[in-house]
């Protein structure tokens, strides 16, 4: 499948107005009262938002609280990729029912979100299958379809002509075509997001039955046009839609707020850009240090990286050149012998507190060669990457000295420290230190009351992101010196 530049991809449709899309989109969620309730398969997902409230837990009392809000959004964090399928299942059956409850009991309407990789792994269809499932055999709604719309310009995912791409130096290569349609658990093969539909599914949605949202549509701002083709969806069809920009998103949804309000109903497979213009959330300015870490802060941060990405490994090269910042390496894998690796945590756990009080940023990463059993079966590796993503999380856990900041790389593992080893059950989502990096503040039940948590994906930024936001958080600035 063709590369294509993306200057000559934007080139064939004229300009966005975002301007335009947005007074469309705020018309209609000025008179919409529907929740947003976003199930989020890791932490990344806020990658788009500011002040809303993340909840770790998917119990009753969460739920109905997040229903509660004021806030038209509120989000559910289930670290379902790194569950197995049953697992899976389970957990989006059990918060199907609570959310139904929570939704009778506040009488509000909602749209149940299911955020997932803007390079599209997971466990798709049986998220959202099993949320259709669970929410029909209570005999109360019944659903259209589904919206598939993995748009995330932050992280350089864009949908041209039902083809979705990943930016890299300017140039969009289909995501088939990546390292991560080779992912050991969630692999892919098609690009085309209509053939991706038919290989998730088995071939029960085929390809040529699949619903498409143009461009050429949203570019023209054709609210009406878009809103006929989501009326004429039925049977729990998928619906795809193509974007370039946010204004594309805001649109669509201007759109789909229309056609909500005829008696449609869908659920939502999607990446974080959905989530901002769905829910009316604004654009607010990068973070600043000021906002993140006091001013007097003399201990060390905590960096811990487990994501086995290029990006992540290249990324891990430039944060090298940040003085302050010493490396300690974890040996993933002794992950073969569950005694050593319960060993090398706490090692790494004492060096990295070592330098914390030293006034150092302890940079903990795993060894870059990844440990691959290479069983064939998705489920061995998974159980593996859990047991490392485990030990490495109790890394923070065992620390005795409080870091200044505490950055995650990595979906599952920023997951796993955020909940396990900080043990936050509600987190305020402050807004991005870095495009498409996106920060919380620990809640005050959390080992680090009010401590900045970056949470920063595998996939997200350039070479030089990572080492921008740790020179930012150690007042360092990127030529090297102290600012």
């Known amino acids: 499948m063709k590369r294509i530049p993306f200057q000559e991809a934007a080139a064939r449709y004229p300009k966005g107005d975002p301007e335009g899309a947005g007074k469309l989109l705020a018309s209609r969620l000025e008179k919409s009262g529907r929740k947003l309730v976003v199930l989020d398969d890791d932490p990344t997902g806020i990658q788009t938002v500011h002040d809303v409230s993340v909840y770790t837990d998917w119990s009753q009392e969460s739920i109905d609280a997040g229903f509660q809000e004021e806030n038209r959004t509120f989000f559910i964090l289930t670290n379902s990729r790194s569950f197995s399928a049953q697992r899976t299942e389970e957990v989006h059956r059990e918060i199907a029912l609570r959310v139904a409850e929570a939704a009778r009991k506040s009488c509000k309407d909602y749209l149940l979100v299911s955020r997932g990789d803007s390079t599209l792994r997971g466990h798709y269809p049986l998220e959202t299958?099993?949320?259709?499932?669970?929410?029909?055999?209570?005999?109360?709604?019944?659903?259209?379809?589904?919206?598939?719309?993995?748009?995330?310009?932050?992280?350089?995912?864009?949908?041209?002509?039902?083809?979705?791409?990943?930016?890299?130096?300017?140039?969009?290569?289909?995501?088939?075509?990546?390292?991560?349609?080779?992912?050991?658990?969630?692999?892919?093969?098609?690009?085309?997001?209509?053939?991706?539909?038919?290989?998730?599914?088995?071939?029960?949605?085929?390809?040529?039955?699949?619903?498409?949202?143009?461009?050429?549509?949203?570019?023209?701002?054709?609210?009406?046009?878009?809103?006929?083709?989501?009326?004429?969806?039925?049977?729990?069809?998928?619906?795809?839609?193509?974007?370039?920009?946010?204004?594309?998103?805001?649109?669509?949804?201007?759109?789909?707020?229309?056609?909500?309000?005829?008696?449609?109903?869908?659920?939502?497979?999607?990446?974080?850009?959905?989530?901002?213009?769905?829910?009316?959330?604004?654009?607010?300015?990068?973070?600043?240090?000021?906002?993140?870490?006091?001013?007097?802060?003399?201990?060390?941060?905590?960096?811990?990286?487990?994501?086995?990405?290029?990006?992540?490994?290249?990324?891990?090269?430039?944060?090298?050149?940040?003085?302050?910042?010493?490396?300690?390496?974890?040996?993933?894998?002794?992950?073969?012998?569950?005694?050593?690796?319960?060993?090398?945590?706490?090692?790494?756990?004492?060096?990295?507190?070592?330098?914390?009080?030293?006034?150092?940023?302890?940079?903990?990463?795993?060894?870059?060669?990844?440990?691959?059993?290479?069983?064939?079966?998705?489920?061995?590796?998974?159980?593996?990457?859990?047991?490392?993503?485990?030990?490495?999380?109790?890394?923070?856990?065992?620390?005795?000295?409080?870091?200044s900041f505490i950055l995650a790389k990595g979906g599952i593992t920023s997951s796993d420290v955020g909940v396990k080893a900080l043990k936050v059950r509600r987190a305020r989502a402050a807004g991005q230190i870095q495009p498409g990096v996106p920060v919380w503040f620990t809640g005050e039940e959390s080992r680090f009351p009010g401590m900045p948590y970056i949470i920063f994906p595998g996939n997200v930024g350039t070479e030089d992101t990572l080492k921008k936001a740790v020179s930012l958080l150690m007042c360092i600035d990127t030529a090297g010196g102290e600012k």
């Open 129 to 403: 299958e099993t949320l259709r499932r669970t929410l029909e055999q209570q005999g109360e709604l019944s659903f259209d379809g589904e919206i598939i719309l993995p748009f995330f310009r932050e992280g350089g995912r864009y949908t041209l002509e039902n083809i979705h791409y990943v930016l890299e130096n300017d140039i969009l290569t289909p995501t088939g075509e990546t390292e991560f349609a080779k992912d050991k658990t969630f692999g892919y093969r098609s690009s085309d997001l209509r053939e991706w539909v038919e290989e998730k599914t088995k071939g029960t949605y085929r390809a040529g039955e699949v619903t498409e949202i143009p461009l050429s549509l949203l570019r023209r701002q054709d609210v009406a046009a878009v809103t006929n083709r989501l009326e004429q969806v039925t049977g729990f069809g998928k619906v795809i839609v193509n974007a370039l920009d946010e204004c594309d998103v805001m649109v669509f949804c201007a759109a789909l707020y229309d056609a909500l309000d005829r008696g449609k109903r869908f659920l939502y497979r999607t990446a974080a850009a959905f989530v901002k213009a769905a829910g009316g959330i604004t654009s607010r300015p990068l973070l600043s240090r000021r906002e993140l870490i006091p001013e007097g802060v003399s201990r060390g941060g905590l960096i811990i990286a487990a994501s086995h990405t290029k990006k992540t490994t290249a990324q891990l090269g430039a944060l090298k050149t940040v003085p302050g910042v010493e490396f300690v390496t974890f040996d993933q894998h002794l992950a073969l012998w569950p005694e050593k690796l319960e060993a090398e945590a706490q090692r790494t756990a004492e060096e990295a507190d070592r330098l914390i009080r030293a006034g150092r940023t302890a940079a903990v990463c795993t060894r870059r060669e990844r440990l691959d059993l290479n069983t064939g079966n998705p489920e061995d590796e998974l159980r593996i990457a859990t047991a490392i993503s485990d030990a490495v999380t109790s890394i923070a856990a065992r620390l005795t000295a409080r870091p």
